[in-house]
């Protein structure tokens, strides 16, 4: 079976250790790249970086992102010489941001290097990006427009969200692999990850959110609320934040133009039937994934769901 998934955040990536820790599926990862930004002169790729880490078994399992047995001393030395240090880098994430910056000075492509980093830190799946161009979420606040790191890093997601803007999407052209991945998958999830500043970017782009529509396979979202909360991010305060109903249905309202068929928590297998009045299946699931047996158990879940 053909998997694509649409993916951002911590939860993207343990979605996507679930689909590649399946027996007979052959899985396609689209990240979101929006939350890219250039540290220290480098181009550092948080969201990327995370699905590959956790893919290749490099992750910081307590934090959920970084690379595991982690040290600061380059962090360290930027800050004695009085560099802003909010955003933290460790040494061994320092080396990749390095070689992304220097393969992109000399001419490859975003979905190049996200390709030769997965095969040679031992990824099986497929990692792509929905586009090779610049696209960067945007945040405004009462005090003006922070950059998603500045909002998510530096502030703590603290201030409340009164706008989103994802810099670029409009010029932003899909990565033929994206659109291939769409058009020839058996079945396309949607994460649980953040709806607005995870999966929004990559739908966005031009042509991607055509191509899921128009897609063969069945559309299948993951909700990333349980019982109206988040596990990890602010997605909950950011949906309340711009008018939306945070919790499972409020995503499923959400992505309805899109899907076939919704997962949610056994927290809120009372919402079943009113995401089934939108119009869509509803697949009541463990949607908690602490571990890898979680993972992979959703996975399978949804797998079946959908069969």
């Not at 220097?102 to 040679?120: C, D, F, N, T, Y």
């Not at 603290?158 to 810099?167: A, M, T």
């Not at 899109?258 to 056994?266: E, P, S, W």
């Amino acid at each position: 079976m053909k998997v694509t998934l649409l993916a951002g955040g911590v939860g993207g990536a343990k979605m996507a250790e679930g689909f590649d820790g399946l027996a007979g599926v052959e899985l396609s990862v689209i990240g979101n790249v929006a939350d890219d930004a250039a540290f220290h002169g480098l181009w550092v790729s948080p969201d990327i970086d995370t699905l590959t880490y956790s893919l290749a078994g490099r992750i910081d399992r307590t934090q959920g992102w970084g690379v595991a047995d982690e040290s600061h001393r380059a962090l360290g030395v930027l800050n004695e010489l009085g560099a802003e240090t909010w955003m933290t880098l460790g040494d061994r994430d320092f080396g990749l941001h390095i070689y992304r910056t220097a393969a992109l000075a000399q001419g490859q492509s975003r979905s190049e290097i996200a390709a030769h980093v997965a095969k040679v830190f031992g990824v099986k799946s497929r990692i792509l990006l929905p586009t090779n161009d610049v696209v960067q979420t945007s945040v405004r606040t009462a005090t003006g427009w922070l950059t998603f790191q500045e909002y998510f890093v530096r502030e703590q997601c603290g201030p409340e969200v009164l706008e989103l803007d994802y810099g670029g999407i409009a010029k932003a052209r899909p990565t033929e692999a994206a659109l291939a991945a769409i058009a020839e998958a058996d079945l396309i999830v949607l994460a649980p990850s953040n709806p607005l500043v995870s999966i929004t970017p990559i739908l966005e782009v031009q042509g991607i959110r055509d191509a899921v529509r128009a897609a063969r396979a069945k559309v299948v979202a993951v909700s990333p609320l349980i019982a109206g909360k988040v596990v990890k991010g602010p997605a909950d305060r950011m949906m309340k934040a711009l008018g939306l109903r945070a919790d499972a249905l409020g995503v499923a309202a959400y992505y309805c133009d899109l899907l076939d068929h919704m997962v949610i928590d056994t927290a809120d297998a009372a919402l079943e039937p009113e995401v089934r009045a939108l119009g869509q299946g509803c697949t009541v699931l463990q949607t908690l994934m602490t571990g890898r047996a979680e993972k992979v158990a959703l996975a399978a879940g949804i797998v079946e769901a959908l069969a």
